[in-house]
């Protein structure tokens, strides 16, 4: 009695195949390592690696707007400032790379950076 068919093997190997594929599809996005720049007056005043990010937390800048920003490893958020237009706060979660919230009276951004490339500038 056979219990495998020739046919079942190519369907078992391609099925195989698209979970791999899409093992290291999830993984190479995962692998994209999201940097979150924060600036004040143009000046780059904290780098935060989103991949050692475990748990969510709140960042208070304080200043003239009380800026607050929340880091999560998924991405990074501005969640308070003082200013009028709230602009910042309503941009909401940044999640990919070159994304940025602004807030443009206390002079103050984040963005979102893949740092695979400069990853030397980070560590050094
Ligand atoms: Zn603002």
């Known amino acids: ?18 979970t791999v594929c899409f093992f290291l599809f999830n993984m190479e996005s995962k692998n994209s ?3 979150a720049v924060v600036r004040e007056n143009g ?4 780098t935060i690696d989103l991949a050692t990010v475990s748990q969510p937390y709140t960042i208070d800048f304080g200043g ?3 800026i607050a920003i929340m880091v999560d490893s998924d991405g990074v958020a501005i969640t308070h400032s003082d200013c009028n237009d709230q602009i ?4 909401g979660m940044l999640t990919y790379s070159g994304s940025c919230a602004v807030c443009l009276p206390a002079r ?13 500038a980070v560590v050094g």
Do not use: G, R, W
Not at 43 to 46: D, P, S
């Open 1 to 18: 009695m056979k219990l495998i068919k020739p046919l079942d093997i190519a369907l078992i190997v391609t099925i195989l195949c698209v």
């Open 33 to 35: 390592n999201l940097q």
């Open 43 to 46: 000046t780059v005043i904290k």
């Open 64 to 66: 003239d707007y009380h």
């Open 88 to 91: 910042c706060v309503h941009t």
């Open 108 to 120: 103050f951004s984040v963005e979102l950076v893949d740092c695979d490339d400069n990853i030397d």
